[in-house]
């Protein structure tokens, strides 16, 4: 599974509309409104980097009111059970 976080900026007035567009594309697993630089977050989960390439470039795009995407892959998921096995050997348990 590749994994990808995608930051979006919006035209004012229509954050709800275009994070309401993005959770009905295949691709997307979650959305966040978010403070700061960005408006949107948007995690990607697809099987292949062409899914990817296609999600990102064409479906997003295509969204009304969306001013500037940022995006970014992931190279390796952590979990709050994954980090509880790390500090258990990190520690010697």
């Not at 599974?1 to 900026?9: C, D, R, S």
């Not at 949107?40 to 001013?67: F, H, M, N, S």
């Amino acid at each position: 599974m590749i994994t990808a976080v995608v930051f979006l900026n919006c035209e004012v007035g229509r954050v709800h509309e275009v994070a309401e567009a993005l959770t009905m594309l295949d691709g997307i697993a979650e959305v966040y409104s978010v403070s700061g630089e960005y408006d949107i977050l948007a995690i990607c989960k697809v099987r292949q980097y062409e899914d990817l390439a296609q999600l990102v470039t064409q479906e997003i795009g295509k969204i009304p009111g969306i001013t500037r995407t940022n995006s970014h892959m992931a190279f390796r998921a952590y979990s709050k059970h994954n980090m509880e096995k790390v500090w258990a050997e990190t520690m010697g348990e």
